[in-house]
């Protein structure tokens, strides 16, 4: 499976995209043609250039910019890892290996942590807040977003009283949002934000110091996989919003349950050669079973990025560059936990 670089795409392929984004950001999907918006312009996408390309809407706007905003993370990913002259496996391989050094709960808690610092410095005397800590709240709130994603999903951190953490990052960040969009109708709203990001501050401390469960610092894993689906249902659901492409609820004897490689918490990049980045459920399952049924010989092939312990620990066991030579030769390459240890072998 080939990964897209978004920068490329043409006017057809970023209409194609908005059709995914649901019937409200498919209205749009003409009119942007005719405007040519192809990838470059699309990566760059601000609320000012919607209206100016007929997107008025601020309800319509904030879908499509959340959707490129999840785009650009995707994009990153494959333009920090391909390269014009290099095949395809190699390109993969650099894309997991870049991926495997970006993220992690330690550097999502980190990045929480020091925007939250800087809103924590605001003057609790000021009765407004000016423009500039109205954006340090956004910043604050969009590290915390993907830290919350990365605890709500995944289930081993329940006995690391991550469980009750994240769910007081939900509430601090409730809390710091609301206090800045009252502004004047709240009483004392800069002292209300900056007493919410310093709690925030100390429960990414907390996350990034004091957890002792060596599984915060595992990081991500991208992997493509290739299920024999046929006319046969999918066997699995999508986790509901704000996951949108997680795998959930994997069927028992299913093609996707049968697969080593597949797991509850995935989350689905790509079906076959599209990008479904930023779609919702429904329209990544309908993707799913129209890819599995156009393809010669059922398969369905899914571009996969995991933040497990099975998916994360097949990628810590093999060194790369300068530690796989140092390494003694028996040990540059283990294999991964799945092919010893995938317990719903035995159900």
Known sequence: MANQNIEEWSVDQVADWL????APAAGYAAGLRARG?????????????????GVTVIGHQEL??????????YSALVANSLTLNEPINTATYHLQQYELSRECVARLALRARVAAAALRSL?????????????DVARTVSAVKPLV??????SLFGGSGLAERRALLLKLSLEAATSAQRDRFAEQPARAVAAAAAAIASTADYIIQDVQDHMVLVPARVDSVTLQQGARPLGFRLAPPPAGRHLADIRFGSPAHRHPHIHDGDEILQVGDRVVVGWGGDAVMAECMRAAAAAPRGELTLS??????R?????????????????????????????????????
């Open 19 to 22: 059709t995914g984004l649901g």
């Open 149 to 154: 994603c990365w605890l709500d999903r995944w």
């Open 123 to 135: 003057c609790p005397s000021e009765r407004r807040l000016h423009t500039q800590a109205l954006a």
């Open 311 to 347: 998916g994360a620990g097949a990628a810590l066991a093999t060194p790369t560059g300068r530690q796989a030579r140092d390494w003694p030769r028996h040990m540059r390459r283990f294999p991964p936990p799945w092919e010893y240890n995938d317990l719903r072998s035995f159900k």
């Open 37 to 53: 918006l192809h990838g470059r312009k699309l990566l760059t996408l601000r609320c000012d250039d919607l209206e100016y390309l």
């Open 64 to 73: 499509i910019l959340e959707a490129v905003e999840q785009l650009r993370d």
């Open 304 to 309: 996969l990025r995991r933040r497990g312990a």
